[in-house]
Nanobody, 123 residues
Framework: QVQLVESGGGLVQAGGSLRLSCVAS????????MAWFRQAPGKEREFVSS????????NYIESLKGRTTISRDNAKNTVYLQMNSLKPEDTAVYYC????????????????WGQGTQVTVSS
């Protein structure tokens, strides 16, 4: 049974930083592209960032470029999302997801999802 468990969310002031983690089990982690998505209240889920199997290729949503770094540690079955200079509009539930076929931006491609971790940025 595949499980993705996110952690690291919380309440932070604008300008602050958070590091999200997602630990995977029940799959061969290095065979999966990984991604982070987020969903704010009343909005659709949106792509945040993705990373290739080895970590050599990454993608970011334009609004987070320069403020966010995705990385992975295949030895620890973990993907990370470092977010800096956080803004109130970054408030959302952040989900990690796994895709056996790649690391694209479309959520429908991802077959495994975590339960999410809440990130709240106060102004």
């Amino acid at each position: 049974q595949v499980q993705l468990v996110e952690s690291g969310g919380g309440l932070v002031q604008a300008g602050g930083s958070l590091r999200l983690s997602c630990v995977a089990s029940g799959l061969i982690f290095s065979n999966y592209g990984m991604a982070w998505f987020r969903q704010a209240p009343g909005k659709e889920r949106e792509f945040v960032s993705s990373i290739s199997y080895s970590g050599s290729t990454t993608n970011y949503i334009e609004s987070l470029k320069g403020r966010t770094t995705i990385s992975r540690d295949n030895a620890k079955n973990t993907v990370y999302l470092q977010m800096n200079s956080l803004k109130p509009e970054d408030t959302a539930v952040y989900y990690c997801a796994a895709d056996r076929s790649g690391w694209e931006r479309e959520s429908r491609r991802y077959e495994h999802w975590g339960q999410g971790t809440q990130v709240t940025v106060s102004s």
